[in-house]
Protein backbone atom coordinates (compact mmCIF):
# COMPACT_ATOMS: atom_id res chain seq x y z
CA UNK A 1 0.00 0.00 0.00
CA UNK A 2 2.16 3.25 -1.63
CA UNK A 3 1.61 6.55 -1.16
CA UNK A 4 0.41 6.93 -4.68
CA UNK A 5 -2.10 4.20 -4.29
CA UNK A 6 -3.61 6.03 -1.17
CA UNK A 7 -3.44 9.18 -3.00
CA UNK A 8 -5.28 7.63 -5.98
CA UNK A 9 -7.66 5.76 -3.14
CA UNK A 10 -8.33 9.08 -2.20
CA UNK A 11 -9.61 11.01 -4.98
CA UNK A 12 -11.74 8.01 -6.08
CA UNK A 13 -13.53 8.14 -2.68
CA UNK A 14 -13.82 12.20 -2.75
CA UNK A 15 -15.04 11.69 -6.72
CA UNK A 16 -17.24 9.14 -5.09
CA UNK A 17 -18.67 11.62 -2.78
CA UNK A 18 -18.92 14.41 -5.60
CA UNK A 19 -20.93 11.83 -7.68
CA UNK A 20 -23.40 11.05 -4.91
CA UNK A 21 -23.46 14.83 -3.95
CA UNK A 22 -24.95 15.49 -7.50
CA UNK A 23 -27.32 12.56 -7.30
CA UNK A 24 -28.74 13.83 -4.16
CA UNK A 25 -29.49 17.09 -5.38
CA UNK A 26 -32.70 15.69 -6.56
CA UNK A 27 -33.53 18.31 -3.41
CA UNK A 28 -32.63 21.24 -5.18
CA UNK A 29 -34.08 20.30 -8.28
CA UNK A 30 -37.94 19.32 -7.14
CA UNK A 31 -37.58 22.50 -4.96
CA UNK A 32 -36.68 24.80 -7.52
CA UNK A 33 -40.00 24.05 -9.36
CA UNK A 34 -41.94 24.00 -6.59
CA UNK A 35 -44.64 26.83 -7.80
CA UNK A 36 -44.83 25.16 -11.39
CA UNK A 37 -45.15 21.57 -9.85
CA UNK A 38 -47.51 22.79 -7.27
CA UNK A 39 -50.30 24.76 -7.73
CA UNK A 40 -52.01 25.46 -4.61
CA UNK A 41 -50.63 25.52 -1.05
CA UNK A 42 -51.81 21.75 -0.29
CA UNK A 43 -50.18 20.61 -3.29
CA UNK A 44 -46.81 22.63 -2.44
CA UNK A 45 -46.90 21.20 1.08
CA UNK A 46 -47.13 17.74 -0.27
CA UNK A 47 -43.91 18.54 -2.80
CA UNK A 48 -41.84 20.66 0.34
CA UNK A 49 -42.55 16.96 2.80
CA UNK A 50 -41.33 15.04 0.43
CA UNK A 51 -38.17 16.70 -0.24
CA UNK A 52 -38.14 17.83 3.82
CA UNK A 53 -37.69 13.75 4.60
CA UNK A 54 -34.47 13.93 2.31
CA UNK A 55 -32.63 17.61 2.61
CA UNK A 56 -30.61 16.45 5.59
CA UNK A 57 -28.89 13.58 3.32
CA UNK A 58 -27.53 16.52 0.52
CA UNK A 59 -26.61 18.81 3.01
CA UNK A 60 -24.42 16.17 4.87
CA UNK A 61 -22.92 14.57 1.79
CA UNK A 62 -22.40 18.47 0.97
CA UNK A 63 -19.87 18.99 4.34
CA UNK A 64 -18.67 15.04 4.20
CA UNK A 65 -17.50 16.09 0.37
CA UNK A 66 -15.73 19.39 2.01
CA UNK A 67 -14.70 17.33 5.21
CA UNK A 68 -13.05 14.55 2.71
CA UNK A 69 -11.32 17.00 0.59
CA UNK A 70 -9.58 18.51 4.19
CA UNK A 71 -8.60 15.66 5.41
CA UNK A 72 -6.94 14.23 2.22
CA UNK A 73 -6.28 16.87 -0.27
CA UNK A 74 -5.79 20.30 2.18
CA UNK A 75 -4.26 22.66 -0.24
CA UNK A 76 -6.95 22.39 -2.10
CA UNK A 77 -9.32 22.76 0.52
CA UNK A 78 -7.51 26.47 1.47
CA UNK A 79 -6.47 27.19 -2.07
CA UNK A 80 -10.43 27.17 -3.25
CA UNK A 81 -12.44 27.19 -0.26
CA UNK A 82 -10.29 29.71 1.32
CA UNK A 83 -9.72 31.96 -1.67
CA UNK A 84 -12.72 31.26 -3.74
CA UNK A 85 -14.46 31.52 -0.55
CA UNK A 86 -17.20 33.91 -1.91
CA UNK A 87 -18.42 31.56 -4.49
CA UNK A 88 -18.61 28.67 -1.24
CA UNK A 89 -20.17 30.90 1.17
CA UNK A 90 -22.72 31.86 -1.47
CA UNK A 91 -23.44 27.96 -1.68
CA UNK A 92 -23.14 27.46 2.21
CA UNK A 93 -25.52 30.27 2.94
CA UNK A 94 -28.45 28.98 0.25
CA UNK A 95 -28.27 25.00 2.02
CA UNK A 96 -28.50 27.36 5.80
CA UNK A 97 -31.36 29.01 4.55
CA UNK A 98 -32.71 25.92 2.81
CA UNK A 99 -32.66 24.81 6.12
CA UNK A 100 -34.50 26.93 8.02
CA UNK A 101 -37.26 27.44 5.30
CA UNK A 102 -38.03 23.67 6.11
CA UNK A 103 -38.38 23.98 9.79
CA UNK A 104 -40.08 27.38 10.19
CA UNK A 105 -42.60 27.92 7.57
CA UNK A 106 -45.39 26.75 9.41
CA UNK A 107 -44.44 27.36 12.77
CA UNK A 108 -46.25 29.56 15.41
CA UNK A 109 -44.60 33.43 15.44
CA UNK A 110 -43.52 32.87 11.64
CA UNK A 111 -44.95 36.79 10.85
CA UNK A 112 -43.38 36.53 7.32
CA UNK A 113 -45.77 33.75 6.55
CA UNK A 114 -45.03 30.59 4.35
CA UNK A 115 -44.78 32.14 1.23
CA UNK A 116 -41.55 33.79 1.81
CA UNK A 117 -39.64 30.82 3.00
CA UNK A 118 -40.84 29.11 0.10
CA UNK A 119 -39.19 31.43 -2.36
CA UNK A 120 -36.02 30.97 -0.18
CA UNK A 121 -36.37 26.80 -1.14
CA UNK A 122 -36.51 28.12 -4.68
CA UNK A 123 -33.68 30.68 -4.23
CA UNK A 124 -31.36 27.74 -2.77
CA UNK A 125 -32.96 24.55 -5.54
CA UNK A 126 -31.59 27.52 -8.33
CA UNK A 127 -28.55 28.66 -6.64
CA UNK A 128 -27.05 25.37 -5.17
CA UNK A 129 -26.85 23.36 -8.26
CA UNK A 130 -25.88 26.64 -10.54
CA UNK A 131 -23.00 27.67 -8.10
CA UNK A 132 -21.86 24.00 -7.64
CA UNK A 133 -21.47 23.17 -11.34
CA UNK A 134 -19.49 26.33 -11.65
CA UNK A 135 -17.31 25.47 -8.95
CA UNK A 136 -17.01 21.56 -10.30
CA UNK A 137 -16.01 22.93 -13.91
CA UNK A 138 -13.01 24.54 -12.68
CA UNK A 139 -11.54 21.33 -12.30
CA UNK A 140 -11.58 21.33 -16.22
CA UNK A 141 -11.22 25.01 -17.05
CA UNK A 142 -9.23 26.32 -14.38
CA UNK A 143 -8.92 29.27 -11.22
CA UNK A 144 -6.76 32.03 -10.45
CA UNK A 145 -4.91 31.33 -8.11
CA UNK A 146 -1.29 31.29 -6.81
CA UNK A 147 0.70 29.16 -5.00
CA UNK A 148 4.12 29.47 -2.19
CA UNK A 149 4.81 26.77 -0.65
CA UNK A 150 8.20 28.91 0.18
CA UNK A 151 6.39 30.83 2.49
CA UNK A 152 6.32 28.70 5.00
CA UNK A 153 9.99 28.99 5.50
CA UNK A 154 9.15 32.46 6.08
CA UNK A 155 8.40 35.52 3.80
CA UNK A 156 7.39 39.11 3.90
CA UNK A 157 3.95 37.84 2.87
CA UNK A 158 4.07 35.40 6.32
CA UNK A 159 2.97 32.07 6.34
CA UNK A 160 0.41 32.26 3.57
CA UNK A 161 0.64 29.22 0.71
CA UNK A 162 -2.00 29.69 -1.56
CA UNK A 163 -3.62 33.60 -2.86
CA UNK A 164 -6.26 34.52 -5.16
CA UNK A 165 -4.86 36.54 -8.07
CA UNK A 166 -7.68 38.94 -8.50
CA UNK A 167 -10.62 40.22 -6.07
CA UNK A 168 -13.33 38.51 -7.16
CA UNK A 169 -12.60 35.59 -4.65
CA UNK A 170 -14.60 32.76 -6.60
CA UNK A 171 -16.74 34.76 -8.55
CA UNK A 172 -14.29 35.07 -11.54
CA UNK A 173 -15.49 31.11 -12.61
CA UNK A 174 -19.26 32.38 -13.42
CA UNK A 175 -17.17 34.70 -16.28
CA UNK A 176 -16.00 31.53 -18.31
CA UNK A 177 -19.13 30.69 -20.88
CA UNK A 178 -18.05 27.74 -20.58
CA UNK A 179 -18.21 27.15 -16.84
CA UNK A 180 -21.80 28.66 -17.12
CA UNK A 181 -22.72 25.94 -19.36
CA UNK A 182 -21.61 23.43 -17.38
CA UNK A 183 -23.21 25.05 -14.54
CA UNK A 184 -26.94 25.20 -16.63
CA UNK A 185 -26.30 21.51 -17.12
CA UNK A 186 -26.00 20.59 -13.47
CA UNK A 187 -28.77 22.84 -12.96
CA UNK A 188 -30.87 20.58 -15.42
CA UNK A 189 -30.04 17.50 -14.10
CA UNK A 190 -30.85 18.46 -10.28
CA UNK A 191 -34.24 19.50 -11.99
CA UNK A 192 -34.43 15.96 -14.20
CA UNK A 193 -33.42 14.18 -10.67
CA UNK A 194 -36.26 16.83 -9.01
CA UNK A 195 -38.92 15.74 -11.69
CA UNK A 196 -38.12 11.86 -10.90
CA UNK A 197 -37.96 12.01 -7.34
CA UNK A 198 -41.68 13.13 -7.34
CA UNK A 199 -42.87 11.44 -9.67
CA UNK A 200 -41.86 8.40 -7.75
CA UNK A 201 -42.84 9.97 -4.08
CA UNK A 202 -45.51 11.81 -4.42
CA UNK A 203 -48.94 9.88 -4.59
CA UNK A 204 -50.92 12.32 -6.60
CA UNK A 205 -51.83 12.42 -10.36
CA UNK A 206 -51.86 16.55 -10.88
CA UNK A 207 -48.07 16.42 -9.59
CA UNK A 208 -46.95 13.61 -11.16
CA UNK A 209 -49.00 14.75 -15.05
CA UNK A 210 -47.84 18.37 -14.87
CA UNK A 211 -43.98 16.47 -13.74
CA UNK A 212 -44.10 14.36 -16.86
CA UNK A 213 -44.27 17.46 -18.71
CA UNK A 214 -41.60 19.39 -17.14
CA UNK A 215 -39.42 16.48 -17.69
CA UNK A 216 -39.06 16.42 -21.42
CA UNK A 217 -37.68 20.22 -21.85
CA UNK A 218 -35.50 19.83 -18.99
CA UNK A 219 -34.16 16.95 -20.58
CA UNK A 220 -33.73 18.42 -23.79
CA UNK A 221 -31.79 21.10 -22.09
CA UNK A 222 -29.57 19.43 -20.14
CA UNK A 223 -28.00 17.15 -23.00
CA UNK A 224 -27.43 20.36 -25.19
CA UNK A 225 -25.71 21.63 -22.26
CA UNK A 226 -24.12 18.01 -21.40
CA UNK A 227 -22.59 17.21 -24.61
CA UNK A 228 -21.55 20.72 -25.74
CA UNK A 229 -19.49 21.06 -22.54
CA UNK A 230 -18.66 17.15 -23.06
CA UNK A 231 -17.23 17.57 -26.15
CA UNK A 232 -15.53 20.64 -25.49
CA UNK A 233 -13.55 19.06 -23.01
CA UNK A 234 -12.40 16.40 -24.53
CA UNK A 235 -11.14 18.05 -27.32
CA UNK A 236 -9.35 20.82 -25.59
CA UNK A 237 -6.36 21.12 -23.92
CA UNK A 238 -5.64 19.58 -20.67
CA UNK A 239 -3.48 20.03 -18.05
CA UNK A 240 -0.51 16.75 -17.96
CA UNK A 241 1.92 16.32 -15.46
CA UNK A 242 4.65 14.90 -16.07
CA UNK A 243 5.55 12.33 -13.58
CA UNK A 244 9.58 12.55 -13.76
CA UNK A 245 9.57 16.02 -12.78
CA UNK A 246 6.73 17.45 -11.91
CA UNK A 247 5.66 19.84 -13.86
CA UNK A 248 3.12 20.73 -15.78
CA UNK A 249 2.32 21.33 -19.64
CA UNK A 250 -0.69 21.56 -21.83
CA UNK A 251 -1.43 18.25 -23.64
CA UNK A 252 -3.94 18.24 -26.86
CA UNK A 253 -7.18 16.50 -26.07
CA UNK A 254 -5.83 15.33 -22.63
CA UNK A 255 -8.93 14.48 -21.29
CA UNK A 256 -9.78 12.11 -24.42
CA UNK A 257 -6.73 10.32 -23.36
CA UNK A 258 -7.43 9.69 -19.71
CA UNK A 259 -10.73 7.51 -21.05
CA UNK A 260 -8.98 6.20 -23.56
CA UNK A 261 -5.83 5.04 -21.49
CA UNK A 262 -8.62 4.36 -18.95
CA UNK A 263 -10.81 2.37 -20.94
CA UNK A 264 -12.84 1.11 -17.42
CA UNK A 265 -13.66 4.60 -16.67
CA UNK A 266 -14.83 5.33 -20.43
CA UNK A 267 -17.08 2.15 -19.94
CA UNK A 268 -18.63 3.41 -16.72
CA UNK A 269 -19.18 6.84 -18.83
CA UNK A 270 -20.69 5.43 -21.32
CA UNK A 271 -23.10 2.95 -19.10
CA UNK A 272 -24.53 6.17 -17.13
CA UNK A 273 -25.24 7.64 -20.06
CA UNK A 274 -27.49 4.81 -21.45
CA UNK A 275 -28.82 4.29 -17.77
CA UNK A 276 -30.06 8.35 -17.91
CA UNK A 277 -31.19 7.85 -21.12
CA UNK A 278 -33.43 4.75 -20.03
CA UNK A 279 -34.88 6.11 -17.18
CA UNK A 280 -36.10 9.85 -18.87
CA UNK A 281 -37.58 7.74 -21.90
CA UNK A 282 -39.04 5.23 -20.13
CA UNK A 283 -40.90 7.80 -17.48
CA UNK A 284 -41.58 9.58 -20.61
CA UNK A 285 -43.21 6.95 -22.55
CA UNK A 286 -45.44 5.45 -19.88
CA UNK A 287 -48.31 6.69 -17.46
CA UNK A 288 -47.40 3.91 -15.03
CA UNK A 289 -43.77 3.97 -14.61
CA UNK A 290 -42.78 5.90 -11.07
CA UNK A 291 -39.15 4.38 -11.04
CA UNK A 292 -37.56 6.51 -13.24
CA UNK A 293 -35.40 7.81 -9.84
CA UNK A 294 -33.16 4.58 -9.58
CA UNK A 295 -31.69 3.87 -13.25
CA UNK A 296 -31.40 7.66 -13.33
CA UNK A 297 -29.91 8.36 -9.60
CA UNK A 298 -27.54 5.14 -10.77
CA UNK A 299 -26.45 6.70 -14.25
CA UNK A 300 -25.80 9.47 -12.97
CA UNK A 301 -23.42 8.73 -9.86
CA UNK A 302 -21.72 6.79 -12.80
CA UNK A 303 -20.73 9.82 -15.13
CA UNK A 304 -20.32 12.16 -12.55
CA UNK A 305 -17.95 9.50 -10.81
CA UNK A 306 -16.15 9.05 -13.94
CA UNK A 307 -15.65 12.39 -15.01
CA UNK A 308 -14.06 12.95 -11.49
CA UNK A 309 -12.07 10.43 -11.09
CA UNK A 310 -10.63 11.29 -14.86
CA UNK A 311 -9.41 14.97 -13.79
CA UNK A 312 -7.08 13.98 -11.27
CA UNK A 313 -5.81 10.17 -12.23
CA UNK A 314 -3.11 9.36 -15.43
CA UNK A 315 -0.89 12.00 -14.42
CA UNK A 316 -3.81 15.26 -14.26
CA UNK A 317 -3.83 18.74 -12.81
CA UNK A 318 -7.59 17.70 -10.87
CA UNK A 319 -7.15 21.93 -10.38
CA UNK A 320 -5.75 23.97 -13.01
CA UNK A 321 -4.27 27.60 -12.40
CA UNK A 322 -4.65 29.80 -15.10
CA UNK A 323 -2.49 32.37 -13.56
CA UNK A 324 0.66 29.92 -14.32
CA UNK A 325 0.27 26.05 -15.02
CA UNK A 326 3.24 25.23 -12.35
CA UNK A 327 0.65 26.41 -9.90
CA UNK A 328 -1.65 23.50 -10.71
CA UNK A 329 -2.67 21.59 -7.87
CA UNK A 330 -2.27 17.57 -8.86
CA UNK A 331 -2.97 14.11 -6.43
CA UNK A 332 0.32 14.16 -5.67
CA UNK A 333 1.27 17.58 -4.52
CA UNK A 334 -1.74 18.68 -2.32
CA UNK A 335 -2.21 15.62 -0.54
CA UNK A 336 -2.20 14.51 2.65
CA UNK A 337 1.34 13.20 4.46
CA UNK A 338 1.42 9.33 3.84
CA UNK A 339 0.55 8.76 7.55
CA UNK A 340 -2.22 10.76 7.36
CA UNK A 341 -3.45 8.91 4.24
CA UNK A 342 -3.05 5.36 5.46
CA UNK A 343 -4.44 6.13 8.77
CA UNK A 344 -7.93 7.79 7.21
CA UNK A 345 -7.43 4.32 4.94
CA UNK A 346 -8.62 2.21 7.86
CA UNK A 347 -11.12 4.73 9.32
CA UNK A 348 -12.74 4.58 5.80
CA UNK A 349 -13.71 1.12 6.36
CA UNK A 350 -16.98 2.54 8.13
CA UNK A 351 -18.35 3.82 4.93
CA UNK A 352 -20.00 0.24 4.04
CA UNK A 353 -21.91 0.81 7.37
CA UNK A 354 -22.90 4.69 6.83
CA UNK A 355 -24.04 3.75 3.41
CA UNK A 356 -26.42 0.13 4.48
CA UNK A 357 -27.58 3.11 7.56
CA UNK A 358 -28.34 5.49 4.80
CA UNK A 359 -30.27 2.94 2.87
CA UNK A 360 -32.36 1.58 5.60
CA UNK A 361 -33.51 4.75 6.90
CA UNK A 362 -34.15 5.76 3.30
CA UNK A 363 -36.45 2.60 2.96
CA UNK A 364 -38.26 3.57 6.34
CA UNK A 365 -38.68 7.13 5.45
CA UNK A 366 -40.14 5.97 2.43
CA UNK A 367 -42.80 3.07 2.99
CA UNK A 368 -45.49 5.55 2.67
CA UNK A 369 -45.66 7.65 -0.38
CA UNK A 370 -46.83 11.29 0.26
CA UNK A 371 -50.63 11.77 -0.43
CA UNK A 372 -53.07 14.28 0.83
CA UNK A 373 -54.55 12.64 3.67
CA UNK A 374 -50.99 12.49 5.39
CA UNK A 375 -50.67 16.16 5.32
CA UNK A 376 -54.15 17.10 6.65
CA UNK A 377 -53.53 14.61 9.74
CA UNK A 378 -50.04 13.60 10.05
CA UNK A 379 -47.42 15.84 11.03
CA UNK A 380 -45.99 17.95 8.16
CA UNK A 381 -43.68 20.60 7.36
Not at 154 to 175: E, F, M, R, V, Y
Amino acid sequence: MTYDFLQHYWWFLVSLLGALLVFLMFVQGANSMLFSLGKNDEERRMLINSTGRKWEFTFTTLVTFGGAFFASFPLFYSTSFGGAYWLWMIILFSFVVQAVSYEFQNKLGNIVGPRTFQYFLVFNGVVGPLLLGGAVATFFDGSNFIIAKDNLLGSDAGPIISTWANASHGLDALLDPWNLVFAFAVFQLARILGILYIINNVNDEKIRSRASVRLIGCAVLFLAFFLAFLVRTLLKEGFAVVPETGMIQMEPMKYLHNFLQMPYLLVLLLVGVVLVLYGIIRTVRSKTYIGGIWPVGVGVVFVVLALLVSVGWNNTAYYPSNVDPQYSLTIQNSSSSEFTLRTMFYVSFLIPFVLAYIFYAWRKIDSKKIDKEEIAHDEAY
